[in-house]
């Protein structure tokens, strides 16, 4: 015999219902972190790697050039890593969604904010998503470029 409170637990909630938005809302504020924390990533790298060409010109230092790898490579990764987790999330959010409609979400799900999908094939995504490789193969060509200005005019 089930005791009253496993079946509240699996009774269906109604989508209007304040927990079920709540728990819908903490979603989006999951994925909007993440898409904000991958703009940053890009918004920290573009002027590290602009401040340390600008010092190896002006200190006629040109070999630092290639120190600036340094941080387009670890902007690029947690820009992917963020860009995958905003994914896992989004597809996290998309499972609840889809157990809404069908009207089969219930107590138990309220605040599982658990991140679904493949971790392996969204970050192989993430790698050659357009919200990433371009700006940072367009630093990786500056850097080439200021490499061979340099030592041009050195």
């Known amino acids: 015999m089930t005791n009253q409170s496993d079946s509240k637990t699996q009774e269906p909630l109604n ?3 304040n927990s079920v938005i709540k728990t819908m809302e903490m979603y989006q504020a999951i994925i909007t972190r993440m898409a904000g924390n ?3 990533c890009k918004q920290w790298c ?3 790697v602009t401040a340390i060409l600008v010092f190896a010109v002006k200190e006629k230092m040109y070999e630092l050039i290639w120190l600036t790898l340094i941080p387009v490579l670890i902007c690029y990764c947690l820009d992917v890593y963020y860009l995958m987790l905003e994914n896992r999330f989004r597809a996290g959010f998309n499972q609840a969604a889809s157990k809404i409609a069908q009207q089969t979400f219930t107590r138990a799900d309220l605040f599982k904010l658990s991140p679904a999908g493949c971790q392996r094939q969204l970050l ?3 790698f050659k998503s357009p919200a990433t490789w371009p700006v940072y193969l367009g630093l990786l060509v500056l850097l080439m470029v200021a490499y061979k200005l340099a030592f041009c005019h050195a």
């Open 15 to 17: 989508h209007s219902d």
């Open 38 to 40: 991958s703009a940053v």
């Open 46 to 48: 573009i002027p590290l």
């Open 124 to 126: 192989l995504k993430a």
